[in-house]
């Protein structure tokens, strides 16, 4: 029996599987991991309800270490996953999980369109600059100058700016810097680099972008609290049944 049947308090170990994280030691998955099952128990929503969904790479094993459902599924698509289930069953709590490639790369025009739809999930993207599971390979937020094997001298590309194009596509999002000590040792500094941000959070996406544009990008806390209402699930939804539009179809 676990906690949520025998009534018992849900705690963050209500949460996790018993699967074991293989990422490196020190990588920055393992707080957001510990921060996602701390959340989830303070809202108390039991671990049958909520489903983790998420494309590939270290950050996207997440579903496999939480006990709740999850969907490992293809690279970049998480996203497009996720609407489609929140939609079937607006009833779940939908989490997504993932990195700067999966979310910004290959999955980047998922990303405009779940910001713009706003369908009522949270995105957690853990943003290390750096394709971490494939050893290395720059990624849309590394700094045009990252010096490395696979990019030397850097890719001279100036990088993308996540919050302010999801602040531009309509969004409320959650980013995580979160360090790859393996690919970017440099990250390790990142820890004393951070600091609260200055200012109080505002609701005003354009003054929000400009903070963030003008800032050192280590503000942390809540930056911007958007009010945009998510997409109302029963929008134009009629029960047909698929017997309806083969009709429909009929030659
Ligand atoms: C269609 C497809 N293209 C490429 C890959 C190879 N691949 C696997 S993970 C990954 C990038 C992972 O980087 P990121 O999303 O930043 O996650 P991290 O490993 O850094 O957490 C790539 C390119 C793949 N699995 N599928
Ligand atoms: S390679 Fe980087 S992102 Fe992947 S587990 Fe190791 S430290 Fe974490």
């Not at 990422?23 to 701390?38: A, E, F, R």
């Not at 494939?134 to 590309?157: A, N, R």
Request: net charge neutral; charged share 15%.
């Amino acid at each position: 029996m676990n906690d949520t049947a025998a009534g018992a308090a849900l705690t963050a170990q209500s949460y996790k599987s018993s699967y074991k994280p293989i990422w490196c030691p020190g990588c920055g998955d393992y707080s957001v991991l510990s921060s996602i099952t701390k959340a989830l128990a303070m809202i108390a929503v039991p671990p049958e309800q909520v489903v983790v969904v998420s494309g590939i790479g270290c950050s996207s094993r997440i579903p496999a270490y939480t006990s709740c459902y999850g969907f490992h599924g293809v690279h970049g698509r998480a996203l497009a996953a996720a609407t489609g289930l929140k939609v079937a069953r607006p009833d779940l709590t939908v989490l997504v999980t993932g990195g700067d490639g999966d979310g910004y790369s290959i999955g980047g025009n998922h990303f405009l369109h779940a910001c713009r739809r706003n369908v009522d999930l949270t995105y957690i993207v853990m943003d290390n600059h750096v394709y971490g599971m494939t050893k290395g390979q720059p990624s849309p937020t590394t700094e045009p100058d990252w010096d490395s094997k696979l990019s030397p001298g850097g890719t001279g590309v100036r990088s993308f700016h996540p919050l302010v194009i999801a602040l531009a596509s309509g969004a409320n999002f959650v980013e995580v810097l979160s360090p790859c000590v393996t690919f970017r040792p440099d990250q390790r500094e990142w820890k004393k680099q951070v600091h609260p941000a200055p200012v109080a959070a505002t609701d005003d996406p354009a003054r929000a972008a400009r903070r963030i544009m003008t800032d050192d990008g280590f503000n942390i806390g809540v930056l911007y609290a958007g009010n945009r209402s998510p997409y109302p699930m029963h929008r134009g939804s009629t029960q047909s049944m698929p017997s309806d539009l083969e009709a429909e179809f009929e030659l």
